[in-house]
């Protein structure tokens, strides 16, 4: 072999040793990486920059090593195989350092929410706070752009073992964490906006009360004007919603413009206290805010509203408020009763109005939530979020990129676009307060076809388990009851008579019945639909049913039972949806079928 040929394999040894170590630390970097992931979705953030260091330095080893193997056996970048194989380990080690580099920005952008350095500082004076917030997260987006550019570049190589597996691995997982950090972005993009960062706003916010049922919550009974300027929030009026239209009598909707129930009932005048006669948050928010500007108001950029969870979840954060005027304590466990005392029980002081305890209180709370302080916004970022989620807060915005981000997220309460089974049951109850003591029993009957189409009928059971009251409780109360099933589906043979047409929303088909609702008394209506596609064929042939059950905002108590009937030799492929289920959340399934 002579001197030269043993220094050439003494030579190759070295490398491939050096090759080696750099595709342990390869491998350590992406695990580290993907540990990292989850890290930062759970907000234990120091441990996440712990594992992006360790994930950067095991990166840089890579890069350090391959440069050694290849320095001493520089001939591996010429042979055809291996060549593309050294290629794709120092451009894998290149995307690796840049979204270490890019994970170590959004954790400290996430860090800056959970644990910022000034914790003195309160949400009306934050604009400086979030735009250092959005341009780490920027930094982190561009990053991970980069990354994926520089994966892009093995596209079409032959990479087996663990180097494929491991360019799979940044394919599969960089669109996912591009997608989440450019929605965090758009969202602190946003969250400016609101505060008026790019230009004054000015928001109409207005609370619902369940015991009065409306398709949205309940009944507006206030009102209130939010101002964003340059950062800092404000409340700048408040008080009972009548005080506001009976001061605006001009501000009516036109015959064309009322809700089919007030079509149905000419004698009945629609407000703005009555806007939400739909279930869908932006055509009612879009109304609000006409009738507003009708009104000679000043335009507002965006319409926001909330029933007494929203208030209880805020207090639960923030601590007890004390409702000037009327000498008491509101706590997150106390606000739903004391309410229904001022509102229900106690009489008005002579000349006053029963929802002016509302009034105060939700401006009392709402000065709250605007000077919280930055050591509460994880805490109530949390708590709002949950709130938008379950519909207990609703809002809808006339600018674009703010439209935008509450549409992504379901904070609009738009009535989604779904397939498959989908019931959204609305109520409309005028003048009795006994909504939230109000209890239904839905029974769900589901029978499918082997194409996919089927039937659903369901028959609710209403009870009012209240004695009379003149205000709380009168005797002749009728509950317009609309009945929002799946998209394209036909009223179907069955259903109660004289349900009445209503104009769809986002597909899904509606029909209005009216029903007494006495005191101490139970109602039961029962609705048919013809389902053209109710059982949904997946890709690879097999099917699944699916359901979304939307509940009453703000309400608990209410229950469905739910029976599917499959076709013959047709069974469930794992569990079977249940045959019982409280409706104090929404229900949202897909189950699996095997034919």
Do not use: C
């Not at 007030?262 to 009738?291: G, K, T």
């Amino acid at each position: 072999m002579g001197v030269l040929g043993g220094l050439v394999l003494v030579l190759a040894g070295f490398s491939l040793a050096h090759a080696a170590t750099a595709g342990r630390a390869a491998i350590d970097g992406k695990a580290a990486l993907l540990r990292s992931e989850g890290l930062i979705a759970g907000q234990k953030l120091d441990a996440a920059r712990a594992e992006l260091l360790g994930a950067r330095a095991n990166f840089e080893k890579t890069r350090k090593e391959m440069s050694t193997a290849t320095r001493f056996l520089p001939v591996v970048r010429y042979l055809p195989v291996i060549r593309s194989q050294v290629k794709a380990v120092e451009t894998l080690a290149d995307a690796g350092l840049v979204l270490s580099d890019a994970g170590i920005s959004l954790s400290d952008a996430a860090d800056a929410i959970v644990a910022p350095q000034d914790d003195s500082a309160s949400f009306s004076d934050a604009l400086g706070e979030l735009r250092n917030i959005r341009g780490l997260m920027a930094t982190g987006l561009t990053s991970i752009d980069a990354a994926a550019s520089t994966v892009a570049k093995l596209d079409g190589a032959f990479l087996p073992g663990p180097v494929g597996d491991a360019r799979a691995q940044f394919n599969d997982r960089l669109p996912e964490v591009r997608q989440r950090a450019a929605d965090s972005e758009a969202a602190l993009a946003a969250m400016i906006t609101f505060v008026g960062g790019n230009g004054p706003r000015s928001y109409l916010f207005l609370s619902q009360n369940p015991d009065e049922i409306r398709p949205t919550g309940g009944f507006i009974g206030t009102y209130g004007v939010l101002t964003g300027v340059g950062g800092k929030l404000a409340v700048t009026r408040y008080d009972s919603i009548e005080s506001w239209y009976n001061a605006h009598p001009e501000a009516d909707m036109r015959p064309e413009e009322r809700g089919s129930l007030y079509r149905y009932d000419p004698s009945l005048v629609q407000r703005i206290s009555n806007v939400n006669v739909i279930p869908d948050w932006p055509q009612a928010a879009e109304m609000a805010a006409r009738l507003w500007a009708r009104g000679g108001e000043e335009p507002v950029d965006g319409v926001i509203s909330f029933t007494p969870a929203f208030l209880a979840r805020i207090l639960s954060v923030m601590g007890p408020v004390t409702v000037e005027g009327y000498d008491d304590t509101i706590t997150a466990a106390n606000l739903v009763e004391r309410l229904d005392f001022y509102t229900h029980q106690q009489p008005p002081e002579r000349g006053g109005d029963r929802k002016d305890f509302i009034a105060v209180l939700a401006r009392a709370v709402m000065d709250r939530l605007i000077e919280a302080r930055t050591s509460q916004w994880s805490s109530l970022g949390k708590v709002v979020a949950d709130s938008f989620v379950a519909r207990e807060a609703m809002a809808w915005s006339s600018d674009p990129e703010v439209a935008s981000v509450l549409a992504e997220r379901r904070w609009d309460s738009a009535l989604p676009d779904v397939a498959g089974d989908f019931v959204y049951p609305a109520e409309f109850e005028e003048a009795a307060k006994h909504g939230r003591s109000l209890r239904r029993t839905y029974q769900h009957h589901v029978t499918l076809q082997p194409d996919g189409s089927g039937t659903v009928t369901t028959t609710v059971r209403i009870t009012n388990p209240n004695p009379a009251d003149d205000f709380a409780n009168p005797a002749g109360v009728v509950n317009y009851i609309t009945m929002y099933g799946p998209v394209g589906a036909t009223p179907g043979e069955g259903s109660d008579r004289f349900g009445l047409p209503e104009p769809a929303i986002a597909g899904h088909p509606v029909q209005g019945w009216f029903r007494p609702l006495a005191p101490l008394s139970d109602a039961t209506l029962t609705v048919v639909w013809n389902v053209p596609q109710l059982a949904l064929q997946r890709s690879d042939g097999t099917w699944e049913y699916s359901l979304l059950w939307m509940r009453h905002p703000d309400h608990t108590g209410d229950v469905l039972e739910l029976t599917v009937d499959l076709p013959p030799g047709w069974e469930w492929a794992d569990d079977a949806p249940p045959a019982k289920v409280s409706l104090d959340a929404d229900v949202s399934g897909t189950w699996a079928l095997s034919t």
